[in-house]
């Protein structure tokens, strides 16, 4: 995704939306200017986090949905906020009303529910979905047509007969036109931070542990602002800054409203 501190409008029909200022903690059907993260929570809720000092902004509920959300992204190619439903049922969401329009249904069913990742790869313009439970979808959402990749498993020198416990997904280089770019992904049974190499077989190569416990259910995403990628995470209710290079997690503070499952860099 194209992570600067400009502020997404994540709707079908407006491009772009005034920005409120608006500094306060209470619910607002409006995303206030400074949040840069949006965190998903039960009950298809969203909190606005300003990552610079865990504050959180403002929260809604996204209405008009079937099902419970159990992901959200930006899409990179066109800068609108995408959700999964447990019902495998795609979303725009529109952050200034809170409403949700269909984009597609998936072609076969995801279940991995909230034990699961989900972020667009930026080169080919395609979702990813990996979980838990080994799923490894490859998703065009405009039609809802899904590759079942290989399952996710380590590879024959990482943890050999294990399996993964992935519980949320992030692609670094996110933005429009990006020409590379690579899968990370946490496992939360082990609070590590891993390659998935090649993605599409759904190898996962262990790049190191958090060194905390980052818990069974989280969201992952990397914003990436003039070549540099820098990745956000949240477990339970805490909010983390993630070191890439060796999976280490510094928090940034704890929020009200956990626990979160998801996350997405605006």
């Not at 972020?119 to 838990?132: C, E, I, M, S, T």
């Not at 899904?146 to 992935?166: H, K, N, T, Y």
Request: with cysteine; hydrophobic share 40%; glycine share 12%.
């Amino acid at each position: 995704m194209h992570k600067h501190r400009s502020f997404v409008a994540a709707s079908v029909i407006a491009g772009s939306f005034a920005l409120l200022g608006c500094g306060s903690s209470t619910s607002s059907s409006m995303m206030p200017s400074q949040a840069d993260l949006v965190a998903l929570s039960g009950g298809n809720r969203f909190t606005f986090i300003r990552s610079a000092d865990a504050f959180v902004q403002g929260s809604l509920t996204v209405t008009g949905v079937n099902g419970s959300l159990i992901g959200v992204d930006v899409r990179p190619a066109n800068r609108l906020l995408y959700g999964l439903t447990d019902t495998s049922i795609l979303y725009t969401i529109n952050l200034q009303t809170s409403a949700a329009t269909v984009a597609s249904t998936l072609s076969a069913p995801f279940t991995a529910g909230m034990l699961s990742g989900m972020d667009f790869n930026p080169v080919p313009d395609r979702l990813r979905l990996v979980g838990a439970n080994g799923q490894n979808f490859r998703i065009n959402v405009d039609t809802g047509e899904v590759i079942q990749d290989r399952p996710l498993a380590f590879g024959p020198m990482e943890l050999r007969g294990s399996q993964p416990a992935i519980t949320a997904a992030a692609y670094t280089n996110n933005v429009a036109g990006a020409q590379s770019t690579r899968l990370l992904n946490i496992d939360g049974q082990r609070n590590l931070l891993v390659l998935q190499n090649p993605p599409n077989d759904g190898v996962q190569v262990p790049i190191g542990p958090l060194g905390v416990n980052f818990g069974p259910m989280g969201g992952f995403d990397i914003r990436t602002a003039d070549g540099v990628d820098t990745g956000f995470a949240i477990g339970g209710s805490t909010l983390y800054r993630i070191d890439l290079n060796t999976g280490r997690a510094t928090s940034l503070g704890t929020l009200p409203g956990g626990p979160f499952f998801g996350l997405a860099a605006l």
